[in-house]
T-cell receptor, first 114, second 112 residues
């Protein structure tokens, strides 16, 4: 089945550690996105990538990093610089960038800092 | 930067009641509009979308939304809700800079 796979589903991190969240899609989509979901704040864009080997900062990129070495993969690293990393992280992809496209979402990764 | 506002954070309805969830956005140019739903424990799913044409859009599960350009609104409606509609609903817009921006979400609880 085509779709977006995020792993792991739950992740615990000690303060001061970096951690990487995986996102893989087999939809042959060019664009991929990372959102952070917090209660009452909706989804906020962290990073996005329109095409392989290119990515741009979203609204809340500080303390995060990404790479896009392959079309199907867009991993997100939560660094120790992120002051409040406990959240639900959603990865999405779309066929293109901009209008007349819709985004498809993975099941999410819940990150907890302990 | 564009923004999306969902005025109702929590809505509680009884089964068979009518539903209307508000969504307003701030961008004045051409927009694409979406409503997504997130059922408990599940991933975000697209309910409906507006790209162009008829401003009254019908989606899955009996939902519809109306794009009113003059009011910068895209409210979601359903004539008669069911217990299974209990979920969180997100309005989203693609507008300025082709960015996909989400509202804060509305939690709907339907009492059986």
């Amino acid at each position: 089945d085509g779709g977006i796979t995020q792993s792991p589903k739950y992740l615990f991190r000690k303060e001061g550690q970096n951690v990487t969240l995986s996102c893989e899609q087999n939809l042959n989509h060019d664009a991929m996105y990372w959102y952070r979901q917090d209660p009452g704040q909706g989804l906020r864009l962290i990073y996005y990538s329109q095409i392989v080997n290119d990515f741009q900062k979203g609204d809340i990129a500080e303390g995060y990093s990404v790479s896009r070495e392959k079309k199907e993969s867009f991993p997100l690293t939560v660094t120790s610089a992120q002051k409040n990393p406990t959240a639900f992280y959603l990865c999405a992809s779309s066929a293109g960038w901009g209008t007349n496209t819709e985004a498809f979402f993975g099941q999410g990764t819940r990150l907890t800092v302990v | 930067a564009q923004s999306v506002s969902q005025h109702n954070h929590h809505v509680i309805l009884s089964e068979a009641a009518s539903l209307e969830l508000g969504c307003n956005y701030s961008y004045g140019g051409t927009v694409n509009l979406f409503w997504y739903v997130q059922y408990p424990g599940q991933h975000l799913q697209l309910l409906l979308k507006y790209f162009s044409g008829d401003p009254l859009v019908k989606g899955i599960k009996g939902f519809e939304a109306e794009f009113i350009k003059s009011k910068f609104s895209f409210n979601l409606r359903k004539p008669s809700v069911q217990w299974s509609d209990t979920a969180e609903y997100f309005c989203a817009v693609i507008g300025a800079g082709n960015m996909l921006t989400f509202g804060g979400g509305t939690r709907l609880m339907v009492k059986p």
